[in-house]
């Protein structure tokens, strides 16, 4: 097991629904110095340095206490925010920060579903594992209860409005396209859709929203991907992330 990460019994909920509990996370943030949703940076290190240079102005969404930041930070992108609903991260998340140089890295305390900046302010929203937790308890997953559609639009809505124009958002999830484009492709949004895989014998989704250039006719972006394997490694299936997880041959 990575020493930087804390064993799952000590911090994983009861139930799935405890996700969607702030003071889960609190707690959790309180024992828990690191854990990584969606395997850890360089898994996908190659994609998003397709998307992310040097002089872009990157939020992170739901930071937790992932090293995603600092990795970035090493990669030579300095203007980073960071936001979490979670006070206890936040401070955490701070002080590590500091303590390891990355003094320019802003860390806030915030809400992905009411941001608190102004319109146009980023080059780059990021999430890993963040939106996915909006979908716990959502009933069908092809018909999503209403309450999961309502705050799923909200935290779309926020990062869409907050992006500059040609800015980008980048969701690494484990959520399928026919589960997510529905959501992508709202007649609001003026994003084009396109994704990439990656993982050993399972496949994470890494989505490229990129502002002001969907088509003017609003056909939805299709690719042809092979999809996730049901075959998982015996990590996998001791890892957290697997919660998240929708298995179609089951339903």
């Given at each position: 097991?990575?020493?930087?990460?804390?064993?799952?019994?000590?911090?994983?909920?009861?139930?799935?629904?405890?996700?969607?509990?702030?003071?889960?996370?609190?707690?959790?943030?309180?024992?828990?110095?690191?854990?990584?949703?969606?395997?850890d940076?360089?898994?996908?290190?190659?994609?998003?340095?397709?998307?992310i240079?040097?002089?872009?102005?990157?939020?992170?969404?739901?930071?937790?206490?992932?090293?995603?930041?600092?990795?970035?930070?090493?990669?030579?992108?300095?203007?980073?925010?960071?936001?979490?609903l979670?006070?206890?991260?936040?401070?955490?998340?701070?002080?590590?920060?500091l303590?390891?140089?990355c003094?320019?890295?802003?860390?806030?305390?915030?809400?992905?579903l009411?941001?608190?900046?102004?319109?146009?302010?980023?080059?780059?929203v990021i999430?890993?594992?963040?939106?996915?937790?909006?979908?716990?308890?959502?009933?069908?997953?092809?018909?999503?209860?209403?309450?999961?559609?309502?705050k799923?639009?909200?935290?779309?809505?926020?990062?869409h409005?907050?992006?500059?124009?040609?800015?980008m958002f980048?969701s690494?999830?484990?959520?399928?396209?026919?589960?997510?484009?529905?959501?992508?492709?709202?007649?609001?949004?003026?994003?084009?859709v396109e994704?990439?895989?990656?993982?050993?014998g399972?496949?994470?989704?890494?989505?490229?929203?990129?502002?002001?250039?969907?088509?003017?006719?609003?056909?939805?972006?299709?690719?042809?991907?092979?999809?996730?394997s049901?075959?998982?490694?015996?990590?996998?299936?001791?890892?957290?992330?697997?919660?998240f997880?929708?298995?179609?041959?089951?339903?």
């Amino acid at each position: 097991m990575d020493p930087s990460e804390t064993p799952k019994c000590d911090v994983a909920p009861a139930t799935a629904s405890a996700y969607l509990d702030p003071h889960y996370w609190d707690r959790r943030f309180a024992q828990e110095e690191h854990y990584e949703w969606f395997k850890d940076y360089s898994y996908f290190r190659h994609l998003i340095l397709q998307y992310i240079t040097p002089n872009s102005a990157v939020l992170e969404v739901g930071c937790g206490n992932s090293q995603l930041c600092e990795e970035l930070y090493r990669d030579g992108i300095t203007e980073l925010t960071c936001i979490d609903l979670s006070s206890i991260a936040v401070e955490k998340m701070k002080q590590r920060l500091l303590s390891k140089g990355c003094k320019e890295i802003k860390v806030l305390e915030a809400d992905m579903l009411d941001l608190p900046f102004e319109d146009e302010f980023f080059d780059v929203v990021i999430e890993k594992g963040t939106m996915d937790v909006l979908f716990v308890d959502s009933g069908d997953p092809w018909n999503p209860e209403p309450v999961t559609v309502s705050k799923v639009m909200a935290m779309l809505e926020n990062v869409h409005r907050v992006l500059k124009p040609h800015g980008m958002f980048i969701s690494i999830t484990f959520g399928q396209p026919h589960f997510r484009r529905p959501f992508f492709n709202a007649p609001t949004f003026t994003w084009s859709v396109e994704w990439r895989t990656f993982g050993d014998g399972f496949h994470y989704f890494f989505y490229i929203l990129k502002k002001g250039e969907r088509s003017s006719d609003n056909t939805e972006y299709t690719e042809k991907i092979d999809m996730p394997s049901i075959t998982l490694f015996h990590e996998e299936l001791d890892n957290e992330d697997y919660i998240f997880r929708t298995n179609l041959d089951d339903m």
